[in-house]
């Protein structure tokens, strides 16, 4: 299992991922995560760039790493969540907007 800490500033969107070919769009390739239900997942896209493995650890404050005009992707993570796609994104946002859902 990895971990990935993404703090709520550096998420651009959220989406919901359903049908057989959701995990097929362009814009989600490359991607870390795994669909164990395909028909139901969450996909999130950040602006934090995904560093490749080899590239690793890298010290906070130090320069993404380039190649002139090349750079790393950033980070997309695909996953299903437990509840479903659609309350976890709801619990999210309702995060995200400091309510407590309560």
Do not use: Q, Y
Request: a neutral charge.
């Amino acid at each position: 299992d990895v971990d990935f800490d993404v703090p709520f500033d550096k998420i651009t969107s959220i989406h919901r991922l359903s049908g057989n070919c959701g995990i097929c769009s362009p814009r989600l390739i490359p991607h870390r995560g795994l669909l164990t239900n395909p028909t139901d997942g969450v996909a999130i896209l950040t602006n934090v760039p995904s560093t490749p493995f080899w590239a690793w650890p890298r010290s906070a404050g130090r320069p993404e790493r380039s190649l002139g005009p090349l750079r790393c992707p950033r980070l997309k993570i695909v996953f299903s969540p437990a509840g479903g796609g659609l309350n976890f994104i709801r619990e999210v946002e309702n995060e995200m907007h400091g309510e407590d859902g309560m």
